[in-house]
T-cell receptor, first 115, second 108 residues
């Protein structure tokens, strides 16, 4: 079974802090994704990566950056956390194929609260 | 603008079929339709996907309209474990565009 793990289930940070959310997958998937989930808005894509050191902006990249130094690990970075970044953050991975019917496998999520 | 629209909530009696509708009027010819569900305190999980033809798997069936502007996820016999938020998604290239989901309540 594919396993996607996220470093924390719950995180509380203060405004202005630098925050790192870590995601690891164990199935040698090439694609990895970061979403945020907010009530009434569904899941929105922040960034995705289709290869090591490669990244693409999603729909809401402002205030976030990412890092993918190894294939299995994809980090989301909040350079200076703000209260409007309080949300559930979900990581996902998928096997890379062109024009694929790729299935995304999600981690359990990290609920981040910024005070 | 949302690429998919779904009812906010639906109810079903246990062991009865459930039809979850989704509209995706701006769909393009190469966009796949995916359905995922999210159980409480978990990340979304795959249910089913299709392009043009109706699809069946062990979890559900997917009925796609001839013009592809709408689809329906069918759970043949709802169980209490099917209570979840069901997301209708358009897959465009690498990107998944999630709707806001339908919260399904299953009544014993």
């Amino acid at each position: 079974d594919v396993k996607v793990t996220q470093s924390s289930r719950y995180l509380v940070k203060r405004t202005g802090e630098k925050v790192f959310l870590e995601c690891v997958q164990d199935m040698d998937h090439e694609n990895m994704f970061w979403y945020r989930q907010d009530p009434g808005l569904g899941l929105r894509l922040i960034y995705f990566s289709y290869d090591v050191k490669m990244k693409e902006k999603g729909d809401i990249p402002e205030g976030y950056s990412v890092s993918r130094e190894k294939k299995e690990r994809f980090s989301l970075i909040l350079e200076s956390a703000s209260t409007n970044q309080t949300s559930m953050y979900l990581c996902a991975s998928s096997l890379r194929t062109v024009w694929s019917t790729d299935t995304q496998y999600f981690g359990p999520g990290t609920r981040l609260t910024v005070l | 603008d949302a690429k998919t629209t779904q009812p906010n909530s639906m109810e079903s009696n246990e062991e009865e079929p459930v039809h979850l509708p989704c509209n995706h009027s701006t769909i393009s010819g190469t966009d796949y339709i995916h359905w995922y569900r999210q159980l409480p305190s978990q990340g979304p999980e795959y249910v089913i996907h299709g392009l043009t033809s109706n699809v069946n798997n062990r979890m559900a069936s997917l009925a796609i309209a001839e013009d592809r502007k709408s689809s329906t996820l069918i759970l043949h016999r709802a169980t209490l474990r099917d209570a979840a938020v069901y997301y209708c998604i358009l897959k465009v290239g690498y990107q998944f565009y999630f709707g806001t989901g339908t919260s399904l309540t299953v009544i014993p």
